[in-house]
């Protein structure tokens, strides 16, 4: 199961990379809710607050990039 969130965080990666920033920010902001959640059940402490961090940056992203349209390339 974690494979598999890791796989869907990469997943985000890749859109942001074809400048899908909305859809890629989505992604990972899922990714990053499971995965904190996760590490913080197992205690993996150190993991969850990256994980955190994480979180707060997609958070930020896809606020910022609320101007964009959902499958849009940014100009």
């Given amino acids: ?3 598999l969130f890791v796989i869907i ?5 890749v859109y942001n990379s074809l400048m899908y920033i909305k859809l890629s ?3 990972w902001l899922a990714s990053n809710v499971f995965l ?3 590490n913080f059940r197992i205690g993996e402490y150190s993991q969850a607050f990256m994980y955190s ?3 707060v940056t997609s958070v930020i ?3 910022n990039s609320m101007n964009d349209g959902w499958l849009s390339r940014r100009k």
């Fill in 1 to 3: 199961m974690i494979f």
């Fill in 9 to 13: 965080s990469l997943i985000g990666s």
């Fill in 25 to 27: 920010y989505a992604i």
């Fill in 36 to 38: 904190l959640a996760h």
């Fill in 53 to 55: 961090i994480y979180l």
């Fill in 61 to 63: 992203g896809l606020r």
